[in-house]
């Protein structure tokens, strides 16, 4: 009998831990899941994150503005804001102090083997589904520049958007400790979930499955992390999230193709209009 081993869990703390990446007025880090590259950049007013990039990807700025520019287009991105960008040629400019957050695709080869946790995936994750391209955006790649704020619902805490092959929830702040009571421990059959955490302290529960070979057998994770982290679980760990810190509390979810079931109720995708869904779906 095969047996799919159980991968460890990532745990990325930035605070503590040198970046891969250093420029002027640049310090990244890198942390990669399956399908995914999630880079944290600190940076200083002025300096410039320059990318050729094969397919699209997702800037997100917590806490500064940047401008943005692909081809012939720009945008001067505010704080709280996400932007997907489009395949080639892109800069993202800081216009003051701060941290800028990109996701990208595994496409971006070079990025995943700088990755902190790069080791992780030698053997390629074959229990994670593959990443595959969903349908082009009708009107075409361009620039998409989203402020978080118009995006806001009382019914809900997600504000989720996706690309041809990633997806973002960008969670509501949460101001005061999460109700242990009120917890939502799940897990996923077949993908990797990566949380972001750009500001307070979270405290991450894993429980990993038990496989019949009892010496692959793992103890429960209790794990306490501050911010800027990232965290990615792997598929099958029953998990789930809560901060423990008073005050603004951010965490951001990564996906890697876009989650169908997500996808498939009517609503919560915000920018679902620009993205199809597989004809199959």
């Not at 005061?176 to 307070?200: C, I, N, T, Y």
């Not at 306490?224 to 965290?231: A, D």
């Not at 679980?233 to 996906?255: A, M």
Request: glycine share 6%.
């Amino acid at each position: 009998m095969t047996t799919v081993q159980t991968r460890p869990a990532t745990y990325a703390a930035h605070y503590d831990s040198p970046p891969q990446q250093e420029g002027p007025g640049v310090r990244t880090w890198l942390t990669r899941g399956a399908n995914f590259v999630v880079a944290v950049s600190e940076v200083r007013e002025g300096a410039e994150l320059a990318r050729d990039n094969p397919d699209e990807y997702f800037v997100l700025l917590p806490q500064s503005p940047a401008r943005i520019a692909a081809g012939d287009q720009a945008v001067q991105a505010g704080a709280e804001t996400i932007t997907i960008v489009p395949p080639g040629a892109s800069s993202v400019t800081a216009s003051a102090d701060g941290l800028i957050v990109r996701v990208f695709s595994r496409r971006a080869e070079d990025l995943l083997a700088l990755s902190g946790n790069n080791a992780v995936y030698a053997d390629g994750a074959p229990e994670v589904a593959p990443l595959v391209n969903w349908p082009d955006p009708p009107e075409g790649f361009r620039l998409r520049h989203y402020v978080l704020a118009d995006y806001t619902r009382e019914d809900s805490n997600m504000r989720i958007f996706r690309s041809t092959n990633l997806m973002v929830n960008v969670l509501a702040k949460r101001t005061v400790p999460r109700d242990v009571h009120k917890l939502s421990p799940h897990s996923h059959a077949d993908f990797e979930q990566a949380s972001l955490a750009v500001q307070g302290t979270y405290m991450h529960h894993l429980r990993y499955p038990w496989t019949p070979d009892m010496t692959a057998w793992r103890d429960d994770e209790h794990v306490q992390i501050g911010s800027p982290s990232v965290t990615v679980i792997p598929p099958r760990i029953v998990h789930t999230s809560r901060n423990v810190s008073e005050g603004d509390c951010w965490l951001i979810d990564i996906f890697g193709p876009p989650r169908l079931d997500f996808s498939q109720r009517p609503g919560l995708v915000c920018n679902a209009a620009e993205y199809p869904m597989p004809q199959t779906a």
